[in-house]
């Protein structure tokens, strides 16, 4: 059961776009429609932003959105704020148990 | 408001058990599954197991032979225990709330950090 790959780092500069992926296999992201994921500041337990793949829990600004291809998921920042600048995890469920991406900081410029 | 406080012993011996309880407070705890996560800073987060209301578990097969989680629906609990620990194990422990409309967690504890050192 290995995590799921998602890039270092990605970085961006205000109001603009930034998309973190999240790769896996068919018997987790490609195999369910259950991707999350979670934003963490420092010191911080995560907090979910998106769920089954591309729905927003109430409260979270819209400018966060997710989506899936295949094996992939992804989740963009639109209109990338200073406060959008901490770690980020995606999550997918895989039959029975679950499975964590290595994470990724985005960095405003 | 529904709060996940969590308790337990934060410094380890290699070879030791870890033990961890979460109580629920303030919200149902039988509408939900309980889940145990752990943060390191080489693996980053990991899904331990979780547990239903009525006992039923399910575990990370990578760690599933020295994890139990059990519950104690009379006081609003549920807890850990990881046996033979070693340095890898140490982390942040949370303990996290399932959301009863999906596959993910939506609300966490504070988190925990255990230490396993000699």
């Known amino acids: 059961q290995s995590a799921l790959t998602q890039p270092r780092s990605v970085s961006g500069s205000p109001g603009q776009s930034v998309t973190i992926s999240c790769t896996g296999t068919?018997?987790?992201?490609?195999?369910?429609?259950?991707v999350s994921w979670y934003q963490q500041h420092p010191g911080k337990a995560p907090k979910v932003i998106i769920y089954?793949?591309?729905k927003r829990p109430s409260g979270v600004p819209d400018r966060f959105s997710g989506s899936k291809s295949g094996n992939t998921a992804s989740l963009t920042i639109s209109g990338l704020q200073a406060e959008d600048e901490t770690d980020y995890y995606c999550?997918?469920?895989?039959?029975?148990?679950?499975?964590f991406g290595t994470g990724t900081e985005v960095t405003v410029l | 408001q529904v709060q996940l406080q969590q308790w337990g012993a934060g410094l380890l011996k290699p070879s030791e058990t870890l033990s961890l309880t979460c109580a629920v407070y303030?919200?149902?705890?039988?509408?939900?599954?309980w889940s145990w996560i752990r943060q390191t800073p080489g693996k980053g987060l990991e899904w331990i197991g979780e547990?239903?209301?009525?006992?039923?578990?399910n575990y990370n097969p990578s760690l599933k032979s020295r994890v139990t989680i059990s519950v104690d629906t009379s006081k609003n609990q549920f807890s850990l225990k990881l046996s033979s620990v070693t340095a890898a194990d140490t982390a942040v422990y949370y303990c996290?709330?399932?959301?009863?409309?999906?596959?993910?967690?939506?609300?966490w504890g504070r988190g925990t950090l255990v230490t396993v050192s000699s």
């Open positions: 996290a709330r399932n959301a009863n409309s999906g596959y993910y967690f939506d609300l």
């Open positions: 303030g919200g149902s705890f039988t509408d939900h599954n």
């Open positions: 547990i239903h209301h009525s006992g039923s578990t």
């Open positions: 068919s018997s987790d992201v490609g195999g369910y429609n259950f």
């Open positions: 089954d793949v591309t």
């Open positions: 999550c997918s469920y895989a039959g029975g148990f679950y499975v």
